[in-house]
């Protein structure tokens, strides 16, 4: 057993010396061949690697080595994982401890080789789960380390890599529970703290602002409310809350920011005092425009009394301000999952809150810079923030589908072959014409003739002269006290119509034309519209007469064969011929006369005659 701890430790030596002396050389060749001269079972030389590596990097770390000799050991250890000379966790391990070991500065160094090589940890030997797991670890040790108000960009920096390193639908980065975080307290002074701070400044002679003490309190009141909004369901909590947003906003519409940069006007300057001169130019960040490559940032406004002046002439105070009101609304009328069941708002408090919103809105809109442009973004973030509550709400499905190839999908029982040329149809040969799906070819050879399928009497859907102007008929009964705006007869697309079917189906179109003399008189559309009712009532008539002696001829026949009937009962009953159609019988055009007044006969009105368009 002591000869196996021995031969170990002699080898892990072997390979520290190995490492020491290969990891500036960025060489895998090289670096492996070194390895692979070593003597050792498999199992052995990976155990004895993997502490190498560590027993490395602390020793460069109490040498006190720069930020590039430790990475280049990171890199060493991920070409030795690619080759399987040892494990997959060894480089996430060897960021731990060197993470765990060096300052903020140095870390600042070491993350910015892990973000820049974000691509090798996703390769799938790496993008594990005990690899997601390790960075995961690595990253929020760092973020505990940090001071967020002094260490924001690299803070952000953090959020980002872990955001692009794991997909949206990862939940351990989620606030499914929908927390706030109520470490986040903002102090300001009380009333009386206020009063003795100013009658201490009016004793020594110092000029003291004039502050209005209830906008400072219902100013940075609503602090509270915005990291707790669910106190907000409280009858008291609620009173208050509505008291100081209602004033808050009447101060900025009574005074709004009137410069385009936003600036502090030169009186509050002056009544600021000397004290605060070094604090202007932070509380300007509005005179550059939107877009600038000069940036400022306020991880935390302060809460002096003094700046309070200064403060409200910003224009990124008021938008800080009305955007944390928005946010806040937002999740008093949003239907969140783990939202307690007494947590609804009453019917007064939800139509006060979409009256506030919208004058929220109209504020920004008139706080410059880009007032219009900032509402509109704005107004879209929020409505993605209603959709990422939708997506929290079904418990976080993932957006994306598993991928299909279909181009290896194959029917089931057929072989895969080449599709055979389309035949050419014969008329005295039926042939059954196969397109590649069994529905496609049940219908592609329902009728081999397309054209014969086209003119079949089943695709004519030509009406009636009855069922057609039916409408018509009824309107132009006096009883029906139809208007003559609101009847048919005076469409356009009725009379196209009405007229087609009378050329192709009745003598009426001929007949009731018009002379030549009264043609050009009367031409357009109340020419048409006469025509047609002229025609419609000639129509109506036919079609009264017509039912009259059906009637008439059914009564006839029926008492024609009753006797017959009880006389014979093995005798057939006697066919009655049915009347001639007139009206829906089609007309040879060629031989019927322009000046023929006739009155045509019309039969069954209702009977559908087929004709070929």
Not at 596 to 611: E, H, I, L, R, Y
């Amino acid at each position: 057993m002591m000869a196996a701890q021995t031969a170990f430790d002699e080898l892990r030596e072997k390979y520290k010396k190995v490492i020491l002396s290969q990891y500036a050389a960025d060489d895998a060749g090289a670096f492996k061949a070194a390895i692979d001269a070593l003597d050792g079972s498999d199992p052995q030389r990976k155990m004895a690697l993997e502490q190498a590596f560590r027993d490395s990097s602390r020793a460069m770390l109490v040498e006190g080595k720069p930020a590039n000799d430790l990475t280049a050991v990171v890199t060493c250890a991920v070409n030795c994982a690619r080759q399987d000379l040892c494990g997959q966790v060894v480089p996430f391990t060897l960021l731990s401890d060197i993470l765990d070991c060096v300052t903020l500065d140095v870390c600042t160094d070491v993350f910015h080789y892990v973000d820049s090589h974000v691509n090798w940890w996703l390769e799938p030997r790496f993008y594990t789960m005990s690899g997601k797991n390790l960075l995961l670890r690595v990253c929020n040790n760092l973020l505990r380390r940090m001071s967020k108000p002094q260490n924001t960009v690299f803070c952000g920096r953090i959020q980002l890599f872990l955001a692009h390193l794991f997909p949206i639908y990862e939940k351990s980065a989620l606030n499914l529970t929908s927390q706030f975080n109520q470490d986040n307290i903002t102090e300001f002074k009380t009333t009386e703290e206020i009063e003795a701070t100013s009658q201490n400044a009016m004793d020594t002679g110092d000029p003291e602002p004039k502050i209005d003490y209830q906008v400072y309190q219902q100013l940075w009141s609503l602090q509270s409310f915005f990291s707790r909004p669910s106190d907000c369901y409280t009858t008291d909590k609620w009173l208050q809350f509505r008291g100081a947003i209602d004033g808050i906003l009447n101060v900025f519409v009574m005074h709004p920011l009137e410069s385009l940069g936003g600036k502090a006007s030169t009186a509050a300057k002056g009544r600021a005092g000397a004290q605060t001169d070094a604090l202007v130019t932070a509380a300007e960040p509005c005179s550059l425009p939107i877009g600038s490559e000069q940036e400022f940032y306020f991880p935390k406004y302060l809460t002096s009394e003094k700046l309070m002046d200064l403060e409200l002439h910003d224009c990124n105070f008021r938008r800080q301000i009305l955007v944390q009101m928005l946010v806040v609304f937002q999740y008093l009328t949003g239907s969140i999952k783990f939202k307690a069941q007494n947590q609804v708002l009453t019917d007064a408090q939800d139509t006060w809150v979409k009256t506030t919103k919208n004058r929220v809105f109209e504020v920004l809109k008139k706080t410059p810079p880009n007032g219009e442009a900032f509402t509109a973004y704005i107004e879209q973030m929020m409505q993605r923030e209603e959709s990422w509550i939708d997506w929290k709400n079904n418990s976080c499905p993932r957006f994306t589908k598993p991928r299909e190839d279909f181009r290896n999908i194959q029917a089931p029982g057929r072989e895969k072959r080449r599709a055979p040329a389309r035949p050419q149809y014969t008329p005295n040969k039926r042939v059954r014409w196969d397109m590649g799906s069994s529905e496609l070819t049940r219908v592609w050879n329902i009728n081999p003739d397309n054209l014969q399928a086209c003119s079949a009497k089943e695709r004519q859907f030509t009406p009636s002269l009855g069922v057609y102007f039916d409408e018509a008929i009824e309107q132009s009964d006096p009883d029906a006290m139809v208007e003559d705006q609101y009847k048919v007869v005076n469409e356009s697309g009725f009379q196209w119509r009405a007229l087609r079917l009378l050329s192709r189906h009745s003598s009426y179109f001929f007949a009731g034309a018009p002379s030549k003399a009264s043609a050009k008189s009367a031409v357009g559309p109340e020419s048409i519209s006469s025509f047609l009712e002229s025609t419609i009532t000639q129509i109506a008539k036919d079609i009264s007469t017509t039912e009259q002696q059906a009637s008439s001829s059914s009564s006839t026949a029926a008492a024609q064969q009753a006797p017959a009937a009880t006389a014979q009962p093995q005798q057939s009953k006697q066919q009655q011929p049915a009347p001639a159609a007139a009206v829906d019988k089609p007309m040879d055009t060629d031989t019927v006369s322009v000046e023929n007044t006739t009155t045509p006969t019309v039969s069954d009105p209702k009977a559908v005659q087929p004709v070929s368009s």
